[in-house]
Structure formats: structure tokens, C-alpha cells
């Protein structure tokens, strides 16, 4: 009878430990996913450690003690996982110790590679929640995000609310920081509420609201990711012998959000809400590069150089790949920690950009204490800090995440869509260098393979298309 009560008292205890574990990962993934960029910044009493971090750290960690369900995910997960946590603690150790180096910075440099390793532990804290459940956390949190960007395109918060979160720096920055993120935050809610005819009808206004402020924001990367969710979900009406309304509703939708993105065009200036009334500066990666003439409300204009074009990314790519080729970086990438890497690849020094001469990457707008370290390739960032073996680290490590997950009882349209989004995205922004596109989709990632086959809970079939 006693070794009865105490296994009921066992497993009650890792019942509950398992709910706490899934409600921190969860809750770091909406700050995140709801407040993009600004929600990565609300901070804690230990500076430099933000929330969203410290939750999904949390929660990860408390599944450590539940280690050996880990072994269900197979040798090359764990291998994978290792391997990445193991590289971003050795790396940071290593360059800890050089004086050039900054600890914020190189914590941000590796922490890729912590996100990345935390997945299958991320997982096993998600275990016990159900499709339908993670569906409509998803849903609140991009649903969440469209009614604050609204909301703040009208009021504005006082400083006291922004510097109580974070300080400074969300006081400087309007919500949720980048277009970009903004975009791929609308696509990803688009692509919650699943195929058309299997949506409500009162729910179509939302989705063409999404569309629209997807639309309406200057970055090409997040119309992309706009657009990538409309055809996702105009194929999944079609799969459903529904072309007629397929027809009709993408004329609806992309004809109203191209109609709308004219409009907006017309427009020399973009009037945006901030969260602080006292916001004297722009958002230095406010539209992932594309800068805009920014009127405030409360704050004098900002007028910020259009200088995120084609070319300007052409050409500091171009600066990084023959910095990494004339340097031999081909393997291991250079230092992590240092505020200049990008910036010695495109051939200027701290001291030139400093002097506000015409010292920075062509991608760089500059008026920041420090330059960009982000060319704005999530690939060449790669190459660039960690060289190929980190790049083949990082695609390695999530291919054997997937390849688990290929069964996996979640649906593809809100688990493998938004981690393509991201990537896609990433590819012409700052999105996988940040915990504001890293930890998201590590949860989406997480979340597939915590339903892959032979791991998750029975339930009943919740798919979206």
C-alpha cells in the first residue's frame, strides 16, 4: 500500500511539474510571438535577461527531470541537441575570455545554437498539450499582436508603462518593433485558422485584417510571408473540392491587399503609434532595413534615409562573402562577442562609423551607437560568425528535428509552414540571429516533434487542412 501511494505521489508530482514546464515554454512563445520584437525586450530584475528567455528557459529546464522519455526521440535528435548545446557553450567560454569581445553580444552569437539545442527538451515540456490547445494559443497570441499594432497606431502608451517592461529601449521603440516580424506574425495567423471553407464566416474579416496590415508594412520580406500564407491556404480550399470559393476568395483577398498596398504606397510619410510618448529616435531594424520617413505621435518626425534597397543587401553580401573567402573563415567564421565583424567585412572600422562618416555596410542606415552585425542572411550570418561547419551545424541539427517530426500529429500549417516563414523571412532580415524569430520557431518546432508519431498523447484529429 505504501509503495502504491508513494508511486500516485510520484506520478501526481510529475504531473504538475509537467504543467508548470509547458505553461513557461508557452508563455515565453507568446510574448514573443505576440509582442515580436518588443516583447523580446520586456526585461527582468537581472539585466540583460529578458522574460520571454527566462520563461522558456524555465520551462525547458524543468523537463530536465524527465530525461529519459527524451531516448522516445531517437539517437540523432539527441545527438543533434547535444551536439548544438555543447558548440554554444564551448564557443562562448572561448571567447569570454578575449578582450574584444562583449558579453551581450556573444551571448547573442550563440544563442542560435542554445535555442536550437533546447528543442527536444522544449518538446518533452509540451508532451501533454493537444493540437487544438497549441492551435488557439497560436491564434490569441498573432490575434493579440494585430489589436496592439492597431491599438497603438492611435494611442500612445506613457513612458512610465514602457520603461517599467524594459527601460530605454522599449520606450524607443514603437510596437512591435519590425515590419518585417510584423508581417510574418499576420502570415502565421492567417495560417491558424486553417483552409477557407472550413472557417466560420465570421472569421474571414479577421484573416483579410491580418492580410491587410501584412500588406501595408514597408518590408518585402513580410508580404512575402503574407503571401506564402494565402497560397498555403488557398491550395488547402482547393484540396477540399471547394474551387469555386477558392477562386473567389483569393480575387477578395489579394485583390483588396494589392488595392491597399497602392494606397498605402501613395503616402511620402507612415504614421505609426509608439509606446512612449517621449520616442525621440527610429527603430534602427524597423522594416528590416527598408527606412521610412517615421512621423510619431508625441515625438518630433524622424526622418531616416531609404537605404534598404536590393542593392544595398547585393552588396554587403557580396562584402561578406569576400571577407570570408580573403580571410580563410571559410570553416569556423570569426570572432563572436565583437560589435565590428560585420562591419570589417565591409571594410569600414568602429572609428569611421563613429565619426558619422560614411563608415558602415551599404544595409546599415547607422545613427545607432553601434553598427549592424546582422547582414540581414540568416546563411551568411552563419558563414560569418561560426563559418560552414556551424551553418552545416544549424540546417543538421534541424533536418534530424523534422525528419522525427515528418509523422507528426500536428498539422503542417502551424508547425513546418511558420519554421519555412521564418526561414524565408530570414533570409532578407534580422529574424534567426534574434530570440524574437529563434524562440518561436524552436517552439514551433518543439511542438511537432513532441506529436510525432509514437510520442504524443491520443487525441482526436484537429488538423487545419
Known amino acids: 500500500m505504501e509503495d502504491n501511494l508513494g508511486r500516485y505521489c510520484e506520478n501526481d508530482m510529475t504531473r504538475y511539474l509537467s504543467t508548470a514546464a509547458a505553461a513557461l515554454v508557452l508563455a515565453g512563445f507568446m510574448i514573443d510571438l505576440a509582442g515580436g520584437r518588443w516583447g523580446a525586450y520586456i526585461g527582468t530584475p537581472i539585466s540583460g535577461l529578458y522574460l520571454a528567455d527566462a520563461l522558456w528557459i524555465s520551462g525547458a529546464a524543468l523537463a530536465l ?58 518538446a518533452l515540456a509540451l508532451s501533454r498539450l493537444r493540437v487544438l490547445e497549441f492551435i488557439w494559443i497560436v491564434r490569441i497570441a498573432t490575434g493579440s499582436q494585430l489589436l496592439l499594432f492597431l491599438a497603438t497606431r492611435i494611442w500612445a502608451i506613457p513612458d512610465a508603462v514602457s ?36 472557417t466560420t464566416p465570421a472569421v474571414i474579416p479577421l484573416q483579410l ?43 477578395l483577398f489579394l485583390g483588396t491587399s494589392l488595392s491597399w498596398s497602392i494606397i498605402v504606397a501613395q503616402f511620402p510619410t507612415q504614421t505609426v503609434g509608439v509606446l512612449s510618448s517621449a520616442n525621440q529616435q527610429a527603430d534602427k531594424a524597423g522594416s528590416e532595413g527598408d527606412a521610412v520617413t517615421v512621423t510619431r505621435f508625441n515625438s ?14 547585393i552588396d554587403t553580401y557580396r562584402d561578406v562573402i569576400e571577407y570570408v573567402h580573403e580571410n580563410n573563415l571559410h570553416l569556423i567564421g570569426d570572432a ?21 562618416v560614411q563608415g558602415k555596410c551599404d544595409i546599415d542606415y547607422g545613427g545607432d551607437e553601434l553598427p549592424l552585425r546582422d547582414p540581414h542572411n540568416w546563411i551568411l550570418n552563419l558563414v560569418l560568425y561560426h563559418g560552414v561547419l556551424g551553418l ?17 500529429q500536428a498539422p503542417l500549417a502551424i508547425t513546418g509552414t511558420p519554421t519555412v516563414l521564418y526561414l524565408s523571412v530570414g533570409m532578407l532580415g534580422v529574424v534567426i540571429s534574434s530570440p524574437f524569430g529563434m524562440l518561436p520557431m524552436a517552439t514551433f518546432t518543439a511542438f511537432a516533434l513532441a506529436k510525432s508519431k509514437g510520442n504524443a498523447l491520443k487525441e482526436g484529429t484537429n488538423r487545419l487542412a
Open 300 to 313: 518630433p518626425a524622424v526622418a531616416v534615409p531609404m537605404r534598404g534597397t536590393e542593392g544595398a543587401r
Open 163 to 198: 520603461g517599467f517592461l524594459g527601460g530605454p529601449t522599449l520606450q524607443a521603440m514603437a510596437f512591435p518593433g519590425r515590419s518585417d516580424i510584423l508581417g510574418l506574425t499576420m502570415a502565421i495567423g492567417v495560417l491558424s485558422w486553417g483552409s477557407f471553407p472550413r
Open 65 to 122: 527531470l524527465s530525461t529519459r522519455k527524451i531516448l522516445q526521440y531517437g539517437r540523432l535528435v539527441i545527438l543533434g541537441a547535444s551536439v548544438s548545446l555543447l558548440y554554444a557553450v564551448i564557443a562562448f567560454l572561448f571567447y569570454a575570455t578575449d578582450a574584444d569581445s562583449v558579453t551581450s553580444l556573444l551571448l547573442r552569437d550563440v544563442s542560435t545554437f542554445g535555442y536550437l539545442g533546447l528543442v527536444p527538451l522544449t
Open 336 to 356: 563572436l562577442g565583437q560589435p565590428d565583424t560585420l562591419l570589417r567585412a565591409c571594410g569600414f572600422s568602429l572609428e569611421q562609423y563613429r565619426s558619422q
Open 392 to 408: 552545416l551545424l544549424f540546417i543538421g541539427a534541424l533536418s534530424t528535428y523534422w525528419w522525427r517530426a515528418r509523422r507528426s
Open 209 to 251: 485584417a491580418m492580410t491587410l496590415v501584412g500588406f501595408s508594412q514597408p518590408s518585402r520580406a513580410g508580404i512575402l510571408a503574407v503571401l506564402l500564407a494565402l497560397m498555403w491556404v488557398i491550395i488547402a480550399t482547393v484540396r477540399q473540392k471547394q474551387r469555386r470559393r477558392a477562386v473567389f476568395l483569393a480575387a
